[in-house]
């Protein structure tokens, strides 16, 4: 059965309940006990419009975990949570706890940094509503931001490229996408890589919808080469087997310097600021246009080890689209290449939205994780491309129909795209978030 909209709204608010630790939002019940940087990110957005202070804190305790270089781990572990329940825990990574500002311990990554979008919707709630208190955590957070912002514009761009380098699939968010693969299949297992059990694959109903044992002896391979370079970005650009240019991440980092700069003019920071934010900005542009395939329609990454592109169609390739400010002709043949049957008009879609990987690649595959379901929260950030190139038509089917997917699946971390069953971990908070955010502008009144 159907609910009205206005329930669906009561139940994503209480999946961000339910989820709620008290200083953070886990991603889901039991698959992920901790804290993770992006996720966080998209849960403050969808607090934002109802609770703009619990939205701060939530980026508070995140940015309370910063590394002193200004790099947001991407997980910032919980003490409450039950021993051995998520793999990799803090003794795979070994992180010296003078390195960051945490009491709690964190990893060695990052993720894409969507934190300053969060910031400057809880800053505008705020300002609407007369939050003074949401308002002050947002004056205090502004010079983390600033670093965050400052550590991904120099560390993972040492030549200037304008695109940001990751290290980790895990760093990318999209983490056993086929664009990863061709650099994976060249990486060696480290041979004295220990024993381990997976405790992801007890949390979903069929493993065939997580990453496979290869994927894993990878990533726990990539993890232990960061820890023997002592996570220091020299060193691991010297010798580390996984770099990439990630178009994805760079998008994201261009649209989130857009909103810092705003954030840094309504706060009165230093003009040197907001200079670097622009400049940091149309770099990333700059960036992303050197990663345009006019063929493809799509952006694509760039192998830093092998110097090649990467060629599998994903929802990454819409990376121009989501960066805000790019080209017209650009954004025109980005939303022809949407509406394509690589993506939205592919055959037997339960609804017209993109999967995560085009059904047409031949890596694609319908229900595990990242090789073809479709995620909620990367409807959300093309969403948001198109609103802001006022493509606000385009915009809005795929909010509604996003909105009808969660109606009949729930708050699923991801769908299968042609039957639209609800995959992975259930009651996932940044689905419920971006739900939020979404039916906010349907009843904004609603508390
Ligand atoms: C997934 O990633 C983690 C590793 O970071 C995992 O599979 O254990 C990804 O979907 C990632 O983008 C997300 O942030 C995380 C928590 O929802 O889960």
């Known amino acids: 059965m159907r609910l009205s909209l206005k329930t669906l709204l009561v139940r994503a608010k209480q999946v961000l309940e339910r989820n709620d630790m008290g200083t953070f939002t886990k991603p889901a019940p039991s698959l992920y006990p901790h804290q993770w940087s992006w996720d966080s990110a998209f849960i403050a957005i969808g607090l934002a419009s109802y609770n703009p202070l619990r939205a701060a804190k939530e980026l508070r305790h995140l940015f309370g975990a910063q590394w002193r270089d200004g790099r947001v781990p991407h997980i910032v572990f919980s003490p409450q949570a039950e021993a051995g329940s998520y793999l990799p825990g803090p003794e795979w990574w070994g992180i010296d706890r003078n390195r960051s500002f945490a009491r709690e311990a964190t990893s060695g990554i990052c993720q ?44 993972r761009d040492p030549d200037d490229t304008g695109l940001v380098t990751i290290y980790h ?17 060249s990486i060696s297992v480290d041979p004295e890589l220990p024993h381990y059990d997976r405790p992801d694959l007890r949390h979903v109903s069929d493993q065939e919808e997580r990453p496979d044992k290869a994927d894993y002896d990878r990533y726990l391979s990539l993890v232990r080469s960061l820890r023997r370079a002592g996570y220091d970005d020299k060193h691991i650009q010297s010798q580390h087997p996984f770099q990439m240019q990630d178009v994805l991440f760079t998008a994201v980092t261009v649209a989130a310097n857009g ?37 493809c329609g799509l952006a694509l990454d760039q192998d830093v080890m092998s110097n090649t592109p990467i060629s599998a169609r994903t929802v990454a390739g ?18 022809r290449r949407l ?23 031949s890596t694609y595959s319908a229900r595990r994780y990242w090789r073809g379901p479709i995620w909620p929260v990367a409807n959300w ?17 795929i909010r509604q129909h996003s909105l009808e997917q969660i109606n009949a699946g729930g ?20 689905t419920a978030a971006v739900a939020i955010d979404w039916l906010h502008a349907a009843f904004p009144q609603s508390a």
Do not use: K
Request: charged share 20%; glycine share 6%.
């Open 339 to 361: 509406d394509s049957d690589w993506f939205c008009a592919a055959p037997d879609l339960r609804w017209p939205l993109p999967p995560s990987t085009s059904p047409s690649e």
């Open 112 to 155: 894409p940094p969507v934190h300053a979008l969060a910031a400057l919707r809880i800053w505008r709630a705020a300002q609407r509503t007369g939050n003074e208190a949401a308002a002050a955590a947002i004056r205090i957070l502004y010079p983390r931001l600033f670093a965050w912002h400052r550590y991904l514009a120099t560390c």
């Open 259 to 295: 909103a810092l700069a705003e954030l840094a003019r309504a706060l009165n920071a230093p003009d040197e600021h907001q200079v670097a934010l622009r400049q940091w900005g149309e770099r990333g542009r700059t960036g992303l246009l050197s990663r345009w395939d006019p063929q």
């Open 169 to 185: 699939p895990w760093e990318s968010g999209m983490d056993n996408s086929p664009r990863w693969d061709t650099s994976l299949a």
């Open 381 to 397: 950030l093309i969403w948001e491309g198109l609103r802001s190139a006022n493509r606000l038509q385009r915009a809005e089917q």
């Open 411 to 430: 708050f699923a971390e991801y769908f299968e795209p042609h039957s639209g069953q609800p995959l992975g971990s259930q009651q996932q908070s940044w």
């Open 318 to 335: 819409f990376a121009p689209l989501i960066a805000t400010n790019m080209p017209h002709g650009i954004i025109d043949a980005q939303i």
